[in-house]
């Protein structure tokens, strides 16, 4: 089949030609359109549920709310796992699907569930947006140009800059292709306060109903139908809709016996005020308004990204001339960046390829058609990843080494060259185009068993990695994927257009000139070949010798699962005291971000405080989540303390953790906070989470934890998630003095809800916004205890008492946070280790926290975090990769039917597992999956040089040599080819083992262990190989002189 | 036979890293042994240091010689697993009879202000009182450590208060500027409710 794919190509050049050329517009026209992002999308498939609930403490959110939720929803069919968390107001429950699961359909099934939930009343759940952790494309601050500094006008300014926000971006940043919600977090709504003196309430024996219905009554509109006069129709209405703080005032509550008019004016003050927020933003130490368009599941991040900075440049023309909107984070320039990095490797990879393919091959249009194929190869992979939809990130195609795609092609077009030059020096003349032709096909048929099957090893070495699941199947399966298409593509090509190129361009007068770089290292070569095969059994003992030191250094690797992606900026989280109010933590937070933004190397910093409108994220006002932008690393100034990132980092948390008290600080970043907070409910890399019912006992075990994991060396960041109790002023209604005078619990608790809470009673109308009216007692005296004591509570018409004598008025304590999953309730103890050692960190964690800590029945710790992806996918990959070395046993044998030359073959993948591991060491650098994925893609590299060794090997002996001339020549004529092969595949490498651009630090593990391995397998193979082929003859040669080949 | 041990290693690498993965990794344990000494150093017993000192008023912590050298962040003691006290951080030191000790780059951060009071009865500002559920008081700080005293309120002036504090003499000094972060600094160092460590 092969051979008569190499002989109609070479037959119908110009049909080869076509279709490349289609290829290739494909090809472009596939990369325009490919999805690009950063990094593949780990986030599973789940649906938030949001509920606010007003006036419940987190305990009574967990029963009344969250629980029924959680209960509900563990019915449904595909749902793998529950979170919730309770905090006072708001309930938020994450189902978790399994991974095959279509997201519009689980949210399809929650919202069914939800429909038949019993709530209390009011309470309404949402669902969040449909978003992953990589949902949070676009950040951007809506500031004014000139800060008001007066309390009074700068209140107006914010509320004014969150209307702009909420009526005049928002909905057109909606309509962006792509964006699935615009949250809004900072600023003050604008509201209408009636903020009543509760002493005049109490002379004019007025309720807080009263205020409330007073405005019902008059704040409305209504139609009167229409009236017919002679020969035209009038409409009909009546105006009462209020406009303005005047017309508020004038409301009417209530005429006194004395007929005295009373006027909302004559018993409260109505102005502009604070509402009480759940979320506050700041950037660079001032509060702001902060937006963040979500992406919508499955879209282009950087396509997206890029449309809402489009729509927010033509937003800004229409925008108030005070106004200033400023992009805060765009994750295209994140997106593009990485790809800068992978895009610059890949091109100085192939640049190195090339130079080194003219260097050694010696014939300058056989280089070009070798290299040729490199971007042929790319394009048609493109195609390919297009029509599987996989997207193109720093897994997918950093992964990609032209020096291995290529080594099909060279070792094709190398044998051309070299046949060509026999069959023109047999001829004595130039070949003729037929001449050429023929060789060439007998040539690229002679070799395709080796190069094909040598391929079809590497790519067989690689199936295991499509059976990773989870955040392992969705990091790595891409990258196997993407490695398969480019070797496939790359195999079809060296049997097509490569032959093809070959009869068309290659002279009759080629001659297989010895370039300078193969007569050296020829002349090196010959002398160490024959010394090793004089001492053949020492040669045998330093092969054992290496692999038995392979494996040792092996097992003192420690283990990540993959290096973690530099984001370019980093973030801080900020945890403050449970009870800690948002002005002084708002407060806080901008003194922080002062501090950071001092930093030259610091271009913004930004915070978001407590929860957004749409709580994705619903954290106490105690927590900020910072993103410290920094500016280009080429401006930074010349600081001898800073010269990386780390060390910026460093700084900061050393400035910040001098001089800001009464908070602590955990360094991560952007995308990497959001995906552990959505994957683990932690935001964190590890995370220790206790299970159990008492949530006092758990949050103390939390507290033991912590403090034995904060003492291990390099524990980094170790903190309880829980933060403990807070205060809580309660009233609990007096029963019994309720029952003597005659009434229900239900004013006390209005006046509560009213009072303190605030009521909407209202909305004033411009044009379609609309802003409520609130009433609620002034911030002044919300803040006396002595004022709330004296609430008036409305007993009967026109007779209040004091609040303090139908209710008791107590300061309890109450949890800040409930946390569940699974149906049990848990706290977390968030790490953030430095070391990059996760796996041993988490394995001494473990083992001195089961020394030290004796849970009791009902109780258990569960370790979350990176390292389970680590552990999940070294467990898979432990059973399938010696399965698929099996299979290719399997393949050789019935290649090679002879026993003894396949394990000979095979033991070229152990010497080069000792470069790998020696190269890892060397650069200081632990086993991680990334590293792992460069082994198996060194087997299949080391297992192609045995075959094409020992094929040229069998075809000497069938030529009648004796075994000595046999490995002599064999290991002299292939030098050239396996040296073509192993530096091409390290110098396509090279630039990814060196690179310091942004996410280099991922595909710098495996780049260390192709580049390391490939180095000592190369030599060991050409030494070690022809010195036990020779040793071992006896067992290899029946079969031999039978004639076999492969 | 040499083959077959061959090959049987080679397999056997593959899955070796697991098997020793959770064994001695001595080769990455750099210097534990100092990085304990370190911690003792400049963990727990971070009130004997800094009592040497002598803050007996605000131009004390001047003398804060140290902080500056601090380069890691490791010399930081973190109590109850996270917490921020200790040379190098905002929170030099906490003592349950004291109160607790602040760096004089804190001090400056929080924008605290200090007066003399000549006894136990003085007038303050309203934003000089400390608010905190049912008790009032007011920040004494004497020998560079602020501690939260309970206030009796003996008036209200048109401005502030007339207030009686036991347990703050003539000379001693009061907080009255910053009360507020000051107050959470002393919720976070001092109130073990919130994180269940105590000094």
Redesign the interface.
Known sequence: MINKVIEFSVNNRMFVFMATLLLIIFGAKSFQELSIDAVPDITNTQVQINTQVKGLVPEEVERMVTFPIEYSMNGIPGVETIRSISRYGISQVTVIFKEDTDIFRARQLASEKLQNIELPEGVVPEMGPISTGLGEIFHYSIEAKNVETEPEKRLLQLMELRSLQDWFIKPRLLTVKGVTEVNTIGGYEKQFFIQPDIHKMTKYGLHFDDIESAIEKTNLNVGGGYIQQTGEQLLVRGVGLLQNIKDIESVVVKRTSSYQVIKIKDIANVKYDKQIRTGAATVNGEESIIGTAFMLLGENSRAVAQRVSGKLDSIKKDLPSWVKLKVLYDRSNMVDSTLGTVEHNLFMGAGLVILFLLLLVGNFRAAIITSITIPISLLMTFILMKWQNVSGNLMSLGALDFGIIVDGAVIVIENCVHRLQQRGKLAGRELTREEVKQVVIDSAIEIRSAAGFGELIVIVVFVPLFALTGVEGKMFGPMATTFIMALASALVLSFTVVPALAATFLSGKTRDKKPFLMNIAEKAFRPTLESALRVKKLVLGIGIASIVAGVFLFSRLGAEFIPQLDEGDFALQFIRPANISMENSVKLQRISEKIVAEFPQVKDVFARTGAAEVATDPMGVNISDSYVMLNNFDDWPDDPNIKNKKDLMREVKNKLDLHVPGQVMMVSQPVELRFNELLEGTRADVSAKIFGDDLDKIIAYSKEVAEIVGEIEGAGEVESESKGKSPLLQYTPKMQALAELGVTARPVLDAISTAIGGREVGHVYDGVRKFPIVTRLSEKERKDVMTVRKLPVGISEGYTVPIEQVADIDFVETFSAVSRENSQRRIAVLINPEVRDIESFVNKAKKLVDEKVKLPEGYYIEWGGSFKNLQSAKERLGVLVPMALLIILAMLYAAFKNFAQVVLIFACAPMALIGGVVSLNIMGMPFSISAGVGFIALCGISILNGVVLVTYFNRLIKDGKSPEEVVKEGAMTRLRPVLMTALTDIFGFLPMMFSTGLGAEVQKPLATVVVGGILSATALTLIVLPSLYKLFIKQMQPNLFKGDSA | M??????L???????????????D?S???HG?SD?KQH?EDDGHDHGKKHDDLGHDDHKGHDDHKG?DD????DD?H?H?????IGK????VDVNEKKGFK??K??I???KLKLNTVDGSTFKIEKKTLV?S??KKGIYRFRAGYFKFMPAIILKELPKGYMVKVKGVDFGDQIVVNGV??LR??D???T?K?????AH
Do not use: C, P, R, W
Request: overall charge positive; glycine content about 16%.
């Open positions: 040499k083959n077959v041990i061959l090959f290693l080679f397999t056997g690498l593959l899955s070796f890293n697991s098997v020793y993965s959770e064994g990794h080769g990455h344990d534990s990085h911690k902080h601090h380069k890691d962040g930081g973190n109850g697993g996270g917490k921020a190098g951080k905002a929170i602040l760096s780059e804190a400056k951060t929080l608010a559920k049912n507020g972060l959470v600094t919720v976070y160092s109130d409710s919130e994180y269940g460590h």
